[in-house]
């Protein structure tokens, strides 16, 4: 899980004394909250600095990316001009509120953000991708190809440039440029599957399906997960009559997006011809409940109603299509065939003499054309002539994303596959949705035996983040505390309230003044084993966000290392201990002191799941795969699921 750290701040002093503390201090805290995903918490931080410093652009601007994370997007975006307004010449800033914008459809000011941002960085070429994004959704497509011109000016062999161009051309119904930019792309880059959905796309346009099908089944291969290339890929397989596979693709496309409208109804057309009608009737009832009025959808499932012997179900439908569309003689003959067989002649006679009047006036209704099942209709399309026909989208676009740092959590950015997190002192209790464990240690329950009646500690590894009210409180609690230590005026006194005040600027993720808290206290007792725990952990988390930051960790490792010896040392029956140890060493590469560590856990406490877990990744990462797999199999069995997600990743 991701995990949150603070790094330093006061230490002795009342917490309601912040403003005279040293902003930076504060600011790294922010920052390193912010890394950790604790944005409430961070945007605490940073408030307290925009209150004592408000000229410094930094507090604005992170506190600007804290709210793009929680989707504040007009916050983000209000915080970046503040920003901006203190120093306009910094490039992030632009960035973000670029993005932020974009999330609230402002193409026009954030194309105006791209262009002042790469008036400083002219050679970002992330910057140009989504300057040409804006304008495509703004439809200045002229624009958007002379942005494109320049980017492959200066980048020749950029494939995404020469696809983008394609689909520009595509949407601009230059279909000859369209092909020689996507043919561009894909003789550059053969693995960028978006290219190929785009080809595919054109021709299915020019109906020629069987290079359709070729195309798309180049982009399956490159993105499995993509719902409308498996759609577009059953259309040109319904082209070919092979239905069969056809199916196969929209019950492929419907698993991964279950809510998919073109296929369910897709489906449910199929399904009809097919003379599967009662699961065809369930797809149309599904499309059905996305659009009730849909009456594509109500005309197919009156039909198959009608098929299938629910007369009244069908009438209902029929009559709701007839009410829109009262000359529509396909209904009225339909609706009427299913009066008489209720033995309801009166309404069926009015609907035949209806059809009558029609036929006789017909030069003032029109004809019905032949009905071709193979051919295609527009979704907004609602000619009630092509009810049987298969549907596509409006207009074929393909998704994208737009580039940048933030574009996911700042978690996301680390490895996929990451060790389980350490255990810690904390406030809050160890929860879990699906895993019954209680985590214990003699120590920590004398403790809290003595000192915690009102604020227990903890033993926990899945800390979740902090909202305001409880940031706020935890606040106030850490105020109460360093008023009992100055009143105590140190000494054993004031021993187990720097003890609670640590695991407090712990859980507020303040590690620097926790580490000064607990150093204090090992000056009263060097002999506590919680204390140089709580202070490892402290360091560690300090020392992966400065290691974000570019700094060299090498030597606070060791301290994390030396506290953690000396805390066995001295409560050597505590399997978090030869636990976190074991994490790191693993972080370390150092794999066969980590599995010996993890081992001697285990030992201890034979149900402690992330040991099995992180044990079964240091197997994994030094090349003995099939331990690796026992161990996360284990970790599964006691409630850790996610073992199971890597298990079929190394079994791919």
């Not at 800390?463 to 409880?470: A, F, N, R, V, W």
């Amino acid at each position: 899980m991701c995990r949150k750290i603070v790094v330093f701040v006061f230490s002795l002093l009342p917490l309601a004394g912040v403003a005279q503390f040293n902003t930076d201090r504060l600011l790294t805290v922010g920052r390193s909250a912010l890394y950790y995903e604790d944005y409430v918490l961070s945007i605490q931080y940073f408030n307290q600095v925009i209150g004592a410093k408000p000229y410094l652009y930094e507090p604005w601007f992170y506190r600007g990316v804290a709210k793009y994370y929680l989707d504040d997007f007009l916050g983000a975006e209000a915080d970046c001009s503040e920003a901006v307004r203190r120093n306009p010449y910094v490039v992030n800033i632009y960035e973000l509120r670029g993005l932020a914008r974009i999330r609230q459809d402002k193409f026009d000011e954030a194309i105006s953000d791209y262009t002042q941002a790469l008036k400083y960085a002219p050679d970002n070429q992330g910057f140009w991708y989504n300057r040409v994004l804006c304008r495509i959704h703004k439809k200045d497509y002229d624009a958007a190809l002379a942005d494109l011109d320049t980017m492959l000016n200066h980048w020749s062999k950029y494939a995404r440039g020469y696809s983008l161009k394609g689909e520009v051309f595509l949407m601009k119904k230059d279909t000859v440029q369209a092909i020689e930019a996507l043919e561009k792309s894909t003789e550059i880059d053969p693995y960028d599957g978006p290219t190929w959905a785009g080809r595919a796309v054109i021709s299915l346009a020019r109906s020629r399906w069987k290079e359709a099908e070729g195309f798309l089944n180049r982009a399956i291969h490159l993105l499995p997960k993509s719902t409308g290339n498996y759609i577009n890929r059953a259309l040109a397989r319904v082209n070919q009559n092979n239905l069969r596979g056809a199916m196969a693709d929209y019950d492929t496309a419907l698993e991964l997006d279950s809510s998919s409208f073109l296929g369910h109804y897709n489906r449910g057309l199929l399904r009809a011809q097919v003379g599967d009608d009662n699961r065809a009737i369930t797809d149309f009832d599904f499309v059905l409940e996305l659009e009730p009025d849909n009456l594509m959808a109500l005309f197919n499932r009156a039909l198959l109603l009608d098929k299938t012997g629910n007369l009244r179900g069908a009438i209902r439908d029929y009559t709701k299509v007839i009410d829109r569309f009262p000359n529509f003689w396909t209904g009225l003959h339909y609706r009427a065939a299913c009066y008489r067989r209720l033995g309801m002649t009166k309404q069926a006679e009015a609907d035949e003499f209806r059809i009558y009047k029609a036929q006789l006036y017909k030069h003032l209704y029109g004809t019905q054309p032949r009905l071709d099942k193979k051919q295609l209709r527009k979704r907004s399309d609602d000619d009630l002539d092509k009810y049987n026909q298969l549907v596509v989208a409006d207009e074929q676009e393909t998704e994208h994303e737009y580039k940048s740092d933030y574009r996911g959590k700042v978690q996301n950015r680390k490895v996929d596959i990451a060790y389980q997190p350490m255990f810690e002192l904390s406030l809050e209790r160890y929860l879990s949705e699906v895993k019954t464990y209680i985590a214990y240690d003699r120590q920590i329950e004398e403790f809290n035996q003595n000192h915690g009646s009102t604020h227990p500690i903890y033993i926990n590894s899945n800390q979740s983040t902090l909202d305001e009210k409880q940031s706020k409180r935890y606040f106030a609690y850490i105020d109460t505390l360093s008023a009992g230590i100055n009143n105590a005026a140190g000494g054993r006194a004031a021993a187990p309230l720097l003890m609670q005040r640590a695991v407090a600027y712990t859980v507020i993720q303040n590690f620097e003044s926790a580490i000064e808290d607990l150093s204090a206290y090992l000056q009263t007792d060097s002999t506590y084993a919680p204390a140089y725990w709580q202070r490892a952990v402290c360091q560690s988390k300090i020392n992966e966000f400065n290691a974000s930051q570019g700094t060299d960790v090498a030597m606070k490792a060791a301290n994390v290392l030396g506290d953690l010896s000396e805390a066995i040392k001295y409560n050597a029956h505590n399997a978090y201990l030869y636990y976190n140890r074991g994490n790191v060493y693993a972080a370390r590469k150092d794999y066969a002191h980590a599995v010996e560590d993890y081992t001697r856990a285990l030992a201890l406490d034979k149900n402690l799941a992330e040991a099995y877990y992180n044990r079964g990744l240091v197997f994994i990462n030094s090349g003995k795969a099939a331990e690796g797999v026992q161990d996360l199999s284990k970790a599964g069995e006691l409630g850790l699921y996610t073992a199971y997600s890597v298990i079929k990743n190394q079994r791919k």
